[in-house]
């Protein structure tokens, strides 16, 4: 069983930067993907970016494109979210999630780390 931890969330001003994180414990495979997702109150969940293992990343919706950056670090089974420039419709519950080993079904689940932005 894979849990996930995330944290580095907050309370920022627009503009301002904020960097999740999310660390993998009781695995035994490195996930082939790693990704984050975020729920913004009264929304649907919305896919954010992802990095593979190989770390070929690819970002789910343009508004966060030049300002969100993923990472990944298999060695420590971590994924990072780099988020500048933050705007008010950024604030959501932010989720870290992983696949299995070669699927591309995101089976593991953090709680989330809730990021909210004020004008």
């Known amino acids: 069983q894979v849990q996930l931890v995330e944290s580095g969330g907050g309370l920022v001003q627009a503009g301002d930067s904020l960097r999740l994180s999310c660390a993998a414990s009781?695995?035994?495979?490195?996930?082939?993907?790693m990704g984050w997702f975020r729920r913004a109150p009264g929304k649907e969940r919305e896919f954010v970016a992802s990095?593979?293992?190989?770390?070929?990343?690819?970002y789910a919706t343009d508004s966060v494109k030049g300002r969100f950056t993923i990472s990944r670090d298999n060695a420590k089974g971590t994924v990072y979210l780099q988020m500048n420039s933050l705007r008010p419709e950024d604030t959501a519950v932010y989720y870290c999630?992983?696949?299995?080993?070669?699927?591309?079904?995101?089976?593991?689940w953090g709680q989330g780390t809730q990021v909210t932005v004020s004008s």
């Open positions: 990095a593979s293992r190989s770390a070929g990343i690819t």
């Open positions: 009781g695995r035994t495979f490195i996930p082939n993907l």
């Open positions: 999630a992983a696949t299995g080993a070669t699927m591309n079904t995101y089976n593991y």
